[in-house]
């Protein structure tokens, strides 16, 4: 309310002009005129001039302290109040002494200067120092510098109290995202002097392109920032930096600091892929389940762009020497992946990741202690990969508390099926997915044989629990055209003409054979749409090969990283079985055969 009667200074602030002046001619008409004016509509002006004057002042003072206090405005409000208590004296005075006299005069006088004072000071605030003479006739400009001079603080004196650090920390957390280096839209940059020169007006400051945007109701389509609106403290300290004259020095200081800043994050990211082997990215691909709760905490904590640390390209152990290296970012690591990498912590203390929100240790085969080592060090998991870990029922129980956590991966685990359920039951609202290692039938042993263009080789992996396979060979082939299980054993066709018979546990080339028989070799007739396998989105298919038991082997690529590489439906179309594996194979999978069984031929 009281900020809302500060907005009506613009307003009242003509009345005490317009009614001053008519104040002057009514007592030019009284002093001119025997019968002079009626006593009580000279008085009635009076009044109304004084309230006028104490509205326009008051008014003035409350909207000049909404916002940064400049020596301007200070000075402005100075004249005004003078201007207010001129008025009331004047009052007192024709109230006092009905019959104007050499006095009343002289404070009529007076009070007329300081109302162009005050009004010049003000004209200054929304049009900029110099407006009088701009434009002026010659022999009138000279008179206007003299006014400003006499009238208006020193420039310096002007732009001493502006919090100049808050200004360009204002754009660099609200613009710089998008009208910065990376991003310019609208081809604005506001992370340099001359972007910020285009914004502003300083011969008519409340014009300028910058506050009008600020101001808008946050509802309105051309509001900046839109998603996200300046709040009303951030809007007046730009307020008084564009009515101060918007002064760039001390702004433009604080962009260059930025800058080196940006660059020397850039050298300390790539310094740090260099010392770990890591990848250092931003942070991306949040699963729903819990993307918005994390990631607003995450920025409300730690600010900045979150990373991913992906440890999992490379090769070797991954030791606490690396992890101590990522020190000066542990308050910006949102994701850790050491999935696939072996560990060898020791026992040295590890940097905290207050804000990591989702950790990979998959197939690291890392012990409890290890796993222990790691979720102190991670406060604030919302996901968390355990598949192929030495992870036990003390430590599930242990993530019962993890107040944060949303997934679980579980799979190939010490974890029992009664410690599982009674997590569960604690924890409904975790995801737990992988459950428990399950084992193959006794009467089931399958193989999948794959060639991938993409890396140029083939591989034949072995079923070990469901779900989980290892690879019992894998052999570089650049030309596969397909891959087929015979009488002879494994047979690799570098061409429909030319095929191969590979030693089945090695994988190396043995003999070149006479390419299949038709009979040996039924490409699938299969006509499969994306409305036949519901759930699924397919991609190009690359392999449709019809299997002994009537079934079908399909390979697709370019579906998607959530879709299987490989799978199996009946003739209904039914999907029987799937394959995915996404990390070890590219999406070019030219050519596939699974059975069960061992390699052999039969």
């Not at 200074?9 to 008409?29: F, K, N, R, S, T």
């Not at 002007?158 to 920390?169: F, Q, S």
């Amino acid at each position: 309310m009281i900020d809302w009667l500060g907005t009506l200074h613009p307003i009242l602030l003509h009345y005490p002009y317009g009614l001053l002046a008519a104040l002057v001619v009514v007592e030019w008409v009284a002093w001119r005129r025997a019968e002079g004016v009626p006593r009580p509509l000279r008085i009635a002006l009076y009044a109304l001039l004084a309230l006028s004057g104490i509205a326009a002042g008051g008014t003035g003072w409350l909207l000049g302290h909404a916002g940064v206090e400049t020596a301007t405005i200070e000075r402005h409000e100075r004249w005004g109040i003078g201007l207010a208590v001129g008025l009331l004296v004047l009052l007192w005075h024709a109230w006092k002494r009905p019959q104007a006299g050499r006095a009343r005069v002289a404070l009529l006088a007076l009070i007329c200067l300081v109302s162009v004072g005050a009004g010049h000071i003000g004209g200054t605030l929304t049009h900029g120092r110099g407006f009088v003479g701009a434009g002026a006739p010659a022999w009138f400009a000279s008179p206007a510098q003299v006014l400003d001079r006499v009238l208006l603080p020193e420039p310096e004196a002007a732009d001493a109290d502006l919090p100049g650090g808050e200004i360009y920390a204002i754009f660099e957390r609200n613009c710089v995202e998008c009208h910065g280096p990376d991003k310019q839209k609208g081809k604005l940059r506001l992370d340099t002097r001359d972007g910020l020169e285009s914004v502003v007006d300083r011969s008519l400051p409340l014009d300028s392109e910058l506050l009008y945007r600020i101001a808008l109701p946050a509802t309105h389509e051309d509001v900046m920032p839109p998603e996200d609106p300046l709040a009303a403290e951030d809007i007046a300290v730009l307020l008084g930096w564009v009515l101060a004259g918007a002064p760039m020095e001390e702004v433009a200081a604080d962009q260059a600091a930025a800058s080196e800043t940006r660059e020397s994050e850039a050298e300390l990211l790539a310094r740090l892929e260099d010392e770990t082997g890591a990848r250092i990215l931003a942070a991306t691909g949040y699963d729903p389940v819990y993307a918005a709760e994390r990631l607003d905490a995450f920025v409300a904590g730690a600010g900045g762009t979150p990373l991913t640390v992906d440890f999992s390209l490379g090769a070797g152990v991954v030791d606490a020497a690396m992890l101590g290296a990522l020190l000066p970012l542990r308050e910006r690591v949102a994701e850790l992946s050491l999935a696939g990498r072996s560990l060898a912590l020791g026992d040295a203390p590890l940097p905290g990741f207050p804000y990591l929100a989702r950790l990979h240790v998959e197939r690291t085969g890392a012990s409890v202690g290890e796993l222990r080592m790691l979720l102190g060090a991670t406060p604030a998991l919302a996901y968390l990969n355990l598949h192929g870990t030495g992870a036990d029922d003390a430590l599930l129980a242990d993530l019962q508390e993890r107040d944060a956590l949303r997934r679980l991966v579980l799979h190939d685990t010490e974890v029992s099926a009664d410690a599982l359920a009674a997590f569960r039951a604690a924890r409904p609202e975790i995801d737990v997915t992988g459950d428990l290692t399950l084992p193959v039938p006794a009467d089931r042993d399958r193989r999948v044989l794959i060639a991938d263009a993409g890396k140029g080789v083939v591989v034949l992996l072995r079923e070990k629990a469901i779900g989980d396979y290892e690879v019992v060979w894998e052999q570089p082939y650049a030309q596969v055209h397909a891959l087929l299980r015979t009488r002879l054993g494994i047979v690799l066709l570098e061409s429909p003409q030319v095929a191969m018979r590979l030693d089945p546990a090695t994988g190396e080339a043995l003999e070149e054979v006479e390419p299949p028989s038709g009979g040996e070799h039924a490409r699938g007739n299969l006509d499969l749409r994306p409305s036949d396998v519901p759930g699924m989105t397919l991609g190009t298919l690359t392999v449709v090969e019809e299997l002994p038991g009537g079934t079908y082997l399909v390979a697709q690529s370019g579906a998607g990283p959530a879709e299987p590489q490989l799978f199996e439906v009946d003739r209904d179309k039914e999907v029987l079985w799937t394959f995915r594996d996404h990390q070890r194979f590219s999406d070019r999978i030219v050519a596939a055969a699974v059975w069960e069984g061992p390699a052999g031929g039969e």
